[in-house]
């Protein structure tokens, strides 16, 4: 058998797509509508203390296009804290006039193909933030799923640890480019969800996400082993910027 990579695991993540079905959010009334901001406005605040204890991360940001209108992604220590959280949106007056447009079940997770040094990497602080990162508040978001290739003449999973390790070499290298302009988090899926990996891309400025993504569809890595799902974009929802998006 060939040679699998070895991963490490961090914080598990949901990626939660909503729309708002506006038709219900504008034929309620004041006080309704009142509740609905109330109880998400307590929701938020209470992500922000889970961040603050260090347990877990949320990012929120409206979505561009007709796709969804906006996203919650949460980072959490368990599948079951995960599920608590959805159900718990999933709970409140605001849910009622959000309608599911799609979620993506995923972990944070680091391979060994460029790891270098000593020890356990699992005590080394940088690596720990790495699988525990805290969402950066960047003003904008870019979020695809992606499989690697297991076609006959194109097999990822059929090439040698050295082949990939090489290859995944490259990529780093077009990746670190951008380092200071895009942060992304790369989290794994197989056994979750519909693709192998998630891609959750950070960026103050958006046509970073672009010149990135073009740049390596020239890479090997993805030219030849990359396949893709939808792509969704978004910019930052502070609690302010939310209340705004709703207000009529
Ligand atoms: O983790 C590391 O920083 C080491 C180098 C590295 C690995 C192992 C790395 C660096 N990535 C790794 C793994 Mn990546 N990455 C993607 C995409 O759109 C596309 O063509 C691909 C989507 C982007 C944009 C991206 C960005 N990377 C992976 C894996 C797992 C592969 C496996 O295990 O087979 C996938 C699916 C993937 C996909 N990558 C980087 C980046 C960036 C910006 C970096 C540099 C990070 C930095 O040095 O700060």
């Not at 980072?75 to 007056?93: D, H, M, P, V």
């Not at 519909?194 to 010149?211: H, M, N, R, S």
């Not at 020239?218 to 990359?226: K, N």
């Amino acid at each position: 058998m060939n040679e699998a990579a070895l991963t490490l695991e961090g914080w598990y993540a949901l990626h939660d797509f909503r729309s708002i079905d506006w038709t219900a959010w504008k034929a309620a009334d004041d006080e309704e509508r009142a509740v609905a901001l109330d109880e998400l406005h307590v929701l938020l605040q209470e992500w922000g203390s889970i961040e603050e204890a260090g347990t877990g991360s949320t990012a929120v940001y409206s979505i561009i296009g007709q796709k969804a209108d906006f996203v919650f992604m949460y980072l959490r220590e368990s599948l079951e804290e995960i599920n608590q959280i959805e159900t718990a949106f999933n709970k409140t007056t605001f849910a009622q006039y959000t309608t599911k447009a799609y979620s993506y079940v995923s972990v944070v997770e680091l391979s060994n193909y460029l790891a270098s040094g000593e020890g356990d990497p699992r005590q080394k602080p940088e690596v720990i933030a790495r699988l525990q990162p805290v969402l950066p508040k960047s003003k904008h978001i870019c979020f695809y799923p992606m499989n690697k290739k297991r076609e006959l003449a194109d097999n990822w999973y059929m090439l040698s640890m050295e082949e990939r390790r090489s290859l995944m070499r490259s990529h780093g290298l077009i990746g670190r480019g951008y380092a200071g302009k895009v942060k992304q988090i790369i989290t794994g899926s197989v056994g979750f969800d519909d693709w192998e990996w998630g891609v959750t891309l950070f960026a103050d400025d958006p046509l970073q996400f672009k010149k990135l993504v073009y740049e390596m569809r020239f890479d090997e890595v993805s030219a030849r082993y990359g396949e893709f799902g939808s792509f969704y974009v978004g910019n930052l929802l502070t609690d302010e910027l939310f209340a705004e998006m709703l207000k009529l």
